[in-house]
């Protein structure tokens, strides 16, 4: 189901929101995160693990994520991953 | 028991991150995260999973906790039931309610989502949202379908364009829907809900409407901003006064029923079952509110 290729996007630049922009990958090659975020530095790695850990529940293998955070909590990141997924594979 | 309070409830745009993450901390008695009007259409499904993952990880505090989902008339009403329904969620809020039939449809669906969720039946109650005349004309109806309901309210914004009205701030043109309201919520021994008073720089018209509906009978009131909360607490707070003589007469009468007699007197006044009701209405609400 991870193969389509296909971008889409969910979330927004307020302040405590993410946007999130998903392209689907072709093959398996993984998840590729491009974050940018106030607080990497901190919580970088943690928003990794809930971008991965929530495209690893929806069965996406391969993906490209550029994630544009604006402080938002782990449950709105989360929501915003799915939204933009769940969205591409519609495509 | 203490009964539950409903004197505000907060609209929260479903779309909000932010809004939502903050919505405990106001102290209004419902917490409404809106699906239905305060989200465009193209952002349906990721306020649906938005609010649902909220309902999950933010802590609302006290606030009873109620979601507006889109009418189940719309392509989207259902899909919002069944994600998110959840141990937090007190409340479904449905909007466009016309029939006893649209409440009894969601009760359908409530029961089935209940059970696959694990969750207990009738742990969800409904609050029915009239908007329009044939609303309001069946509202009687629609409060009593079902035994989950447990506040009905009205949108005064909806309901003035479907009846042709103009609104006004002296509200006029709700006179007959407000009364429509009461009645069934009476009716149906459930909580009586007013609309929103839109013009949040208009304090003044938002303490008159207040007092109005606190005087008609009202239990409360949806709002639209956090700064609108402290102003209808305050009104519909009982005063030290009123509560004094509510006291007063609950012991007359308890004293009077001691004695076998049906009726007493209090001050000059006689005391009766409606005012022993009136009296025991105002304590519910001191209780409620921690005053006694």
Do not use: W
């Not at chain 1, 391969?62 to 939204?83: H, M, N, P």
């Not at chain 2, 309902?55 to 392509?75: C, H, K, M, W, Y």
């Not at chain 2, 009077?256 to 209405?281: H, T």
């Amino acid at each position: 189901m991870e193969i389509s290729g296909k971008t889409a996007q969910a979330g927004t630049l307020e302040s405590g929101d993410i946007l999130i922009t998903i392209t689907l990958g072709e093959e398996d090659k993984g998840i590729e995160i491009e974050l940018e975020s106030p607080s990497q530095a901190v919580y970088g790695q943690q928003i990794y693990n809930t971008i991965t850990g929530t495209l690893n529940d929806l069965g996406v293998r391969t993906a490209y994520v550029k994630a544009q955070d604006r402080g938002a909590l782990d449950c709105t990141i989360s929501a915003r991953v799915e939204a933009a997924a769940l969205r591409a594979l519609k495509k | 028991m203490v009964r539950r309070l409903r004197r505000t409830a907060l609209y929260i745009p479903g779309n909000d991150p932010s809004m939502i993450l903050n919505s405990g901390i106001f102290g209004a008695d419902s917490i409404v995260l809106d699906l239905e009007d305060a989200v465009s259409i193209n952002e349906k499904d990721s306020s649906r999973i938005l609010v649902r993952n909220a309902l999950q990880n933010v802590d609302f505090g006290a606030s009873e906790v109620v979601v507006r989902i889109n009418a189940l008339s719309t392509p989207f009403g259902k899909q919002d039931i069944e994600a998110i329904v959840c141990p937090r969620l007190d409340a479904i809020r449905l909007p466009k309610c016309e029939y006893a039939d649209d409440i009894m449809e969601l009760e359908k669906i409530l029961d089935r989502v209940e059970e696959e969720k694990g969750l207990k039946k009738g742990s969800v109650s409904i609050m029915p949202l009239i908007e329009s005349a044939m609303g309001s004309y069946n509202a009687v109806q629609i409060a009593k379908a079902s035994r989950r309901n447990s506040a009905v309210n009205f949108g005064g914004e909806d309901y003035t364009a479907d009846m042709g009205a103009q609104r006004t701030r002296e509200g006029a043109e709700l006179l007959d829907i407000r009364m429509r309201i009461l009645l069934a919520a009476r009716i149906a021994g459930i909580d009586a809900l007013d609309t929103v008073f839109g013009n949040l720089n208009d304090e003044e018209g938002l303490l008159e409407e207040t007092k109005l509906i606190k005087q008609l009978g009202f239990d409360g009131k949806s709002i639209i901003h956090p700064r609108q909360i402290r102003l209808i607490h305050d009104v519909f707070t009982p005063s030290e006064k009123e509560i004094n003589k509510a006291r007063r007469i609950i012991e007359a009468i308890e004293e009077a029923e001691k004695r076998k007699s049906g009726v007493v007197a209090l001050d000059g006044r006689m005391i009766d079952a409606p005012v022993v009701a009136k009296a025991r209405r105002v304590l519910a609400f001191a209780e409620a509110v921690g005053l006694v």
